[in-house]
């Protein structure tokens, strides 16, 4: 009795050691800031609301080591009368420098009928005097009329 009771804890702990990440992991939700590299850090979100001011996704503002860049995460697929698109805006100290979007050379490329998410391409944000603002917005295919919007506001790091 004692040996199949010590098996059944040995079994045990090895499947709990298998499902605990490692002390040094930065552990981040799925799917939170993702881009081509994985799972990244969010800096800010913000809810990206429909006219009729229902949340239908939301917006974040990702680093990946120096670099920056937006992700929207929708929490349905785009109809077929649907596109998205997230856009990231560097500012240098206060004033703004440019802006890119998920079709930018970099990005995956605007969220399509049957898609949930993009990102941007990163942007250097190396620099102390660069701060980034991370936005969305949602269209009717057919009209162009802005569905939903969101951003993160105030520039930050």
Known sequence: MLKKTVAAFAIAGAAVVGLTPPASAEVR????????AGYQTVVARAAVIATNDVIVGEVDLC?????????????QAMTTSQYAQAYLTRYDRGVRV????????GGNGKVLPGQRRCW???LNGDAARYTFVAA???????TGALLASGNTGIPTR
């Open 98 to 105: 440019g802006t890119v979007t998920c079709d930018s050379t």
């Open 120 to 122: 941007t391409p990163n």
């Open 63 to 75: 680093r990946q080591g120096s670099l920056y860049f937006a992700f929207v995460l929708f929490n």
């Open 29 to 36: 939700s799925s799917p939170d800031c993702q881009n081509s």
């Open 136 to 142: 969305a917005d949602q269209h009717s295919s057919h």
